[in-house]
């Protein structure tokens, strides 16, 4: 009875004392920025993101005038020239002729038209080319928005794990701001020792100080997603408080569906294609190449005076004039066979690049599930046991309350609590990171 005493006053100036526990740093009013609204930011200013549309749109231009080749050509020359000459002429039968200032006017215009009716299917492989290199850029494009919009979530939920363990910081604070109150209670009334009271001021300091480390890995990642939503880095928001996870993934869903929406792999197999177009474009050398043309020529001479009196003093020419031309291929030094053989040799090395990449993505759609699967297992297991982690802290704080227990047992209780805290913020996050990875891979972002 006379033990209970003390202890029941302990607790009473331990309630008396109790207030509310503060953050380290109070919380401004920040607007919220979700997942979609960054994405959004992302895709409209991001520097990289506006690079592909640029060289997407400059491919689409080519295409648009893939049937060019396939026009005739038409040119107009024409030409004005004035004459200031003197002329001195000495015959066989010794005459002698000459004349200073003669001056001529000549004036010159032609239209030619000149128009390709064979080129051995050049054109057309040309046109083919052309569609493809859009479909090219337009594939890059997509891979680059699929790819960016990866590294937008998996920045988001980074802030979001650094935010949850803030969280945990926070509350670390506060169990270590009532050890203090009870250190210092249970020193006023005699049942407690000033070691237990400085140590708690030191774990509670040590828990401050990295509250503030922590506060600032957020801005530093803050500012990475401010980075890449091409704002400045001095740009505030908060973030959502957690981590949403799709539906359950299933591994031969995966393998089935990721060769065909793949769209690294869809770029490979596009890259084959215009290889073989390259190809078919070296063997359309060997053919010959037939061209129409066709001119119509318009001369004046105007000669205000000759020497010669069978030179005319004016004198004009216009007429019509057209034909085939055919340029047939007999030898050029074994260039076009070199080039029709690395054409060849490219074609080869983009088929085995696809091959290699389909490989290496069946290995990163294996390993990502894996990790998939470990992280989700690791975070339901966390789950769980943070609830028993929790439970503990309490238990052994009302023990230790009651002075039943020492110092170093709730140390003890409050670091299990702060390690599962770790290891479930960092489940959390894997398992996002590894879902991202897996859509990303399968290009369903």
């Not at 000459?98 to 000549?106: A, F, H, V």
């Amino acid at each position: 009875m006379k033990r209970l005493v003390p202890l029941l006053f302990i607790l009473s100036v331990s309630l008396a004392k109790a207030q509310p526990a503060k953050s380290g740093l109070a919380k401004e009013n920040l607007p919220l920025l979700t997942l979609q609204e960054a994405i959004e930011r992302v895709l409209a200013n991001n520097y990289g993101l506006r690079i592909a549309k640029n060289d997407s749109a400059a491919l689409a231009i080519e295409n648009e005038f893939k049937n060019a080749g396939f026009l005739p050509r038409f040119n107009a020359n024409t030409g004005l020239t004035l004459n200031n000459n003197d002329q001195y002429q000495k015959f066989s039968d010794g005459a002698i002729r000459e004349r200073k200032g003669i001056q001529s006017e000549n004036i010159s215009a032609a239209v030619a038209l000149n128009w390709t009716l064979f080129g051995g299917l050049r054109v057309y492989t040309m046109r083919e080319k052309a569609q493809a290199y859009q479909e090219l850029g337009d594939l890059n494009l997509r891979n680059q928005v699929i790819n960016t919009i990866a590294q937008v979530s998996n920045s988001y939920y980074a802030i979001v794990q650094q935010r949850q363990q803030l969280k945990a910081l926070e509350e670390q604070i506060e169990i270590n701001q009532e050890r203090v109150k009870l250190a210092a209670t249970k020193l006023e009334i005699g049942t407690g020792t000033k070691p237990d009271l400085l140590q708690s001021k030191v774990d509670l300091n040590a828990q401050k100080a990295a509250q503030l480390e922590q506060q600032n890995v957020l801005i530093e990642l803050k500012n990475e997603l401010n980075n890449l939503m091409n704002q400045s880095p001095g740009t505030t928001f908060e973030v959502e408080d957690s981590i949403p996870f799709t539906k359950e993934i299933a591994l031969t869903d995966l393998q089935e569906n990721v060769a065909t929406k793949s769209l690294s792999l869809q770029v490979a197999k596009k890259n084959i294609d215009i290889a073989a177009l390259n190809l078919k474009e070296q063997k359309a050398e060997r053919w010959p190449q037939i061209n129409f043309n066709s001119n119509y020529n318009f001369t004046r001479l105007d000669n205000k005076a000759v020497v010669n009196p069978f030179q005319p003093l004016f004198n004009r020419n216009k007429g019509f004039n057209y034909g085939l031309t055919a340029t047939i291929p007999l030898s050029n030094n074994l260039i076009l066979r070199k080039n029709i053989t690395q054409a060849k040799l490219d074609l080869k090395r983009q088929e085995l690049v696809y091959e290699n990449q389909r490989n290496q993505l069946n290995l990163a759609v294996v390993q990502a599930y894996n990790q998939y699967q470990s992280s989700k297992s690791s975070y339901q297991l966390e789950e769980e046991n943070i609830q028993l982690a929790k439970e503990n802290v309490r238990i052994v704080l009302e023990v230790y309350r009651l002075n039943s227990t020492t110092l170093i047992q709730l140390k003890e209780a409050q670091k299990s609590l702060q390690d599962a805290y770790t290891r479930l913020i960092r489940a959390r996050f894997q398992t996002k990171l590894a879902e991202t990875e897996l859509l990303r891979l399968k290009g369903e972002l």
